[in-house]
């Protein structure tokens, strides 16, 4: 059973370009959630979708950023207009639909480098 | 947003020696986790707490949830080489599937 893969693992984008980063959740999972990590620091949480719905958007900046997880295919988080603070890794995790002790499996992550 | 405070940040031991490090918040967590971050990867689980002064093992590792639910330990016993990397507390409140994450704490182990 593969674990939740990450495309692409590095990505370099140019202050002004669009960084489209994908997730695909373990097999039978259909909970996807996307976390930003700086460097030196903890895991920040992002987003969290289930199919076709975005569940909890609270850590999202409200500008540039969207994500989504469609019916068919990975999840994808978008960052429009990439500036040199958005560099970091973002990780995805996902986790089953069982209620109670969800655990949450994480990718590998992309590491953006914006220059 | 919120974070949890996590210590020590570093920590240099010796092959063999025991390791301890903990997690506090301000505030409430009903689920409390463990993980390992290897360089250019992602974190992996090591220990799941669910229930207040919850004691739970998973080889070296003992990790335990504190009383006042806002707190958490983890120890790793004689220790070894390939313990190296930097360990993550992470707290997720009750109605929440968010995860909120410590700085970690970076270790180094001399053979």
């Known amino acids: 059973n593969a674990g939740v893969m990450q495309n692409p693992r590095h990505l370099v984008r140019r202050r002004g370009q669009e960084a489209r980063l994908r997730c695909s959740p373990m097999k039978g999972h259909s909970h996807v959630y996307w976390y930003r990590q700086l460097p030196e620091e903890g895991l920040k949480f992002m987003v969290y979708?289930?199919?076709?719905?975005?569940?909890?958007e609270s850590g999202m900046p409200k500008e540039r950023f969207s994500a989504e997880f469609p019916k068919e295919g990975p999840s994808i988080l978008r960052i429009q207009q990439v500036v040199r603070g958005d560099s970091a890794a973002y990780f995805c995790?996902?986790?089953?639909?069982?209620?109670?002790?969800?655990?949450?499996?994480f990718g590998p992550g992309t590491r953006l480098l914006v220059l | 947003g919120q974070q949890l405070n996590q210590s020590p940040q570093s920590m240099f031991i010796q092959e063999g020696e025991d390791v301890s490090m903990n997690c506090t918040s301000s505030?409430?967590?009903?689920?409390w986790l463990w993980y390992k971050q290897d360089p250019g990867e992602g974190p992996v689980l090591l220990i799941a707490?669910?229930?207040?002064?919850e004691l739970t093992s998973n080889g070296r590792l003992t990790a335990q949830f504190g009383i006042t639910r806002k707190d958490s330990f983890l120890n790793i016993s004689a220790s070894i080489p390939s313990d190296v990397g930097i360990y993550f507390c992470?707290?997720?409140?009750?109605?929440?599937?968010?995860?909120?994450f410590g700085k970690g704490t970076k270790l180094t182990v001399n053979p």
């Open positions: 505030s409430i967590f009903n689920t």
């Open positions: 979708l289930q199919k076709e719905n975005i569940i909890d």
């Open positions: 707490l669910y229930k207040a002064g």
């Open positions: 995790a996902s986790s089953t639909s069982d209620r109670g002790r969800e655990t949450q499996y």
């Open positions: 992470a707290g997720r409140k009750g109605g929440s599937e968010k995860l909120v």
